[in-house]
């Protein structure tokens, strides 16, 4: 691939998480070009001993040691790096740089932006982990073109983010987005357990405490929503219901263990229609509906993108469910221009939000449409005979133009049907975010897009067109939004 790249135009985004660090390579118009991943340390030693006994120094020197050996092994300098982005997962300062908490994690009180500014010399911008995901969507993903987005992660916790107007809306005391401990079943006592009723002749039984029992969450507060549908929340409905009896397969197929039960395990447990795993997820996917409703009504954003591990696992199983929540709102709006979408970036989207906050403070938010930078597209000529010229070489093999606008050879299964694309293929082509996707080939009439293909867009808000090869060709040349292109040719 030819460089067009020239000095300080690369980005480098850092995800800090209680088990990993990912330090990633970025372009100014936000193409992740390569990752580097390590074990965040463990008391000095990965895979044993806690993570808030370790010394910070020694985490400190594995969060640079990490874009050290990125940018060596990419043959690249820190002349070339305009700025670094890192996320961590806690309550952050953003204007300082400094950690306030991090509760799974030994950085609280770290003045992490000032000390990374210190040993790379270039502009280092801290966030927190939801808050930069949301802003990576936000950015190139599923929130794309929009003025108001508000980022749902469900994995181990429930994390969120808000972004109104290009920029992170973190509250007065940075704690705003928490939306995993808003309390959703109130822990207090019912009026009615405490009045005697007559007239019915009926009293209500005086009991000790007549609080009803709710989980107690990881943040301390009881009811919050996290304790209801997070990873660890159906967990523990699953211990619970086999620990009484009832049938699973899901310790089969969690490898034989029920401690931590694995998004992949639930997702294959509800495939096989798992008589216990099915209605859990089923009531965590209503409780989520329910979280989405309850900021649609205290925010009312554009678009509610959805992500995490068990988003990403149980997707076709929970979004139905989500959905009908949803539609059932009786609280009326004034505008439909309203959605429910699902993570376009998945993994990327904290590194892209990172590298979307140090761009700001450099003053490019890539946000603001003045900002935004395209990808340099190449230039398509549509040649008789079914053949398309890009620099004077032909291509008359199927290839996919990605989103930062590279060719890649599209490789074909035997035996299944030629004319229908995988949903391997529609991922690979929208990777990195698209706003469109454009399908060409001489034979528009032969192709076809699978249920699941259609529903992978339309749950990412990603437009299609499928088109002859010289339609196709002069639309891709022309359009000005984020593109990529599949070119199909038998
Ligand atoms: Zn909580």
Not at 394 to 419: C, E, S, V, W
Not at 448 to 459: A, I, P, V
Request: hydrophobic share 40%; with cysteine; proline share 4%.
């Amino acid at each position: 691939m030819k460089k067009i790249y020239s000095r300080k135009n690369y980005y480098i985004g850092v995800d800090v998480g209680g088990t990993k660090i990912q330090a990633s390579l970025v372009t100014e118009f936000g193409s992740v070009l390569a990752n580097y991943r390590c074990e965040t340390p463990r008391n000095g030693v990965a895979h044993s001993g806690s993570v808030h006994d370790t010394p910070v120094e020694i985490t400190l020197n594995a969060i640079e040691e990490s874009i050290r050996i990125l940018l060596r092994e990419q043959n690249r300098t820190l002349n070339e790096i305009a700025g670094i982005g890192i996320a961590v997962p806690g309550v952050v300062q953003q204007e300082t740089g400094s950690v306030v908490v991090t509760p799974n994690m030994n950085l609280s009180g770290v003045e992490l932006g000032r000390i990374m500014k210190d040993r790379f010399g270039v502009p280092v911008a801290i966030g927190n982990d939801c808050n930069l995901g949301t802003l990576g969507e936000c950015w190139l993903g599923s929130g794309r073109n929009v003025s108001s987005c508000v980022g749902i992660f469900v994995g181990t916790g429930i994390g969120a983010g808000i972004v109104f107007d290009n920029h992170i809306f973190s509250g007065a005391g940075q704690a705003a987005g928490e939306i995993g401990h808003i309390i959703s079943q109130i822990p207090c006592e019912n009026w009615r357990n405490n009045i005697v009723i007559t007239k019915h002749k009926r009293k209500t039984k005086s009991s000790k405490s007549n609080l009803p029992k709710l989980p107690r969450c990881g943040c301390g507060n009881y009811g919050c929503f996290e304790t209801f549908a997070s990873r660890t929340a159906m967990e523990r409905f699953i211990r619970e219901a086999v620990e009484h009896g009832a049938k699973s397969m899901i310790a089969e197929l969690n490898g034989g263990t029920l401690d931590i039960i694995k998004s992949g395990a639930i997702a294959k447990a509800l495939k096989a229609n798992d008589k216990v795993v099915t209605p859990i997820v089923r009531y965590a996917a209503q409780v989520i509906g329910y979280a989405c409703l309850t900021i649609r009504h205290l925010i009312d954003p554009e678009v509610i993108v959805l992500g995490g591990g068990v988003i990403e696992a149980c997707q076709k199983f929970m979004m139905p469910i989500i959905d009908a929540v949803i539609a059932n709102d009786q609280l009326p709006s004034v505008s439909g221009k309203r959605r429910i979408l699902i993570s376009s970036l998945g993994d990327n989207a904290v590194v892209l939000g990172a590298v979307a906050l140090v761009r700001s403070i450099n003053g490019s938010n890539p946000l603001r449409k003045t900002h935004r930078i395209i990808p340099k597209y190449p230039q398509l000529h549509f040649m008789a005979e079914n053949v398309i010229h890009i620099a004077d070489e032909p291509y008359t093999k199927d290839f996919f133009i990605l989103a930062d606008g590279t060719i890649q050879p599209r490789l074909k299964l035997p035996k299944k049907n030629i004319h229908s694309f995988r949903l391997k293929d529609i991922q690979t082509a929208t990777s990195g975010g698209v706003d469109l996707i454009i399908f060409g080939s001489p034979s528009v009439g032969e192709i076809t897009l699978s249920g699941k293909c259609h529903d992978y867009l339309f749950r990412r808000g990603i437009d299609y067109q499928i088109l002859p090869l010289n339609e196709a060709v002069h639309l891709y040349n022309t359009v000005t939004v984020r593109r990529s292109a599949i070119w199909h040719f038998s």
